[in-house]
């Protein structure tokens, strides 16, 4: 995860680490940024950073989580591959067997981080059912979805997502 990775104080890891700030902070800390990079000449970098859309509470929550749990973001990635390899198999020979192996793992890996978004929210102050319902639905979506695992990967997940239906999971990186 680049926003795991980061802590280099360049462009990239400073737009990272506004999907981590606290979500009542994310619009001054987004146009402090514009600001900065605008100073130091790279406006058309300022520009992108201006337009950056603030996630949504369930989203940052899941950024946050994977931020701060990195190993178990990267869990949850690869039990995402897990289950979409079982899910491509499981009309073969033992594939239901499989399937519920990897749906199992899965499960956990999307448990582990919840735990990191359950302490996000409650730290911010926004630990609410409903929240932490929206960011599991969002986190077991990264499994199904190319453009949220996308957005995960870097961090910088902008919207809660649900899963998309089963056997639709796209092809293991």
């Known amino acids: 995860l680049s926003v795991v990775a980061a802590k280099r104080g360049n462009a990239q890891d400073e737009v990272a680490a506004l999907y981590t700030a606290p ?9 402090a940024l514009a600001k900065r990079l605008g100073e130091r000449g790279d406006r058309a970098r300022a520009a992108q950073v201006k337009k950056l859309k603030k996630p949504s509470l369930p989203a940052w929550a899941v950024n946050r989580a994977a931020s701060n749990e990195p ?3 990267r869990r949850l990635l690869k039990a ?25 793992a899965h499960q956990e890996a999307v448990d582990g981080l919840m735990a990191a978004v359950s ?7 926004h630990d609410r059912p409903a929240v932490a319902d929206r960011a599991r639905e969002t986190l077991r979506a990264v499994a199904t979805d190319d453009e949220l695992r996308t957005e995960f990967e870097a961090g910088r997940v902008v919207m809660d997502r649900e899963p998309v239906g089963f056997g639709s999971a796209p092809a293991p990186k």
């Open 80 to 104: 995402g591959d897990g289950l979409a390899k079982a899910q491509r198999g499981a009309a073969g020979e033992g594939g239901g067997a499989g399937l519920r192996r990897a749906m199992g």
């Open 119 to 125: 302490a996000a929210l409650a730290e911010a102050g």
């Open 71 to 73: 190993t178990a973001a």
């Open 23 to 31: 979500p009542e902070q994310f619009v001054a800390e987004r146009n």
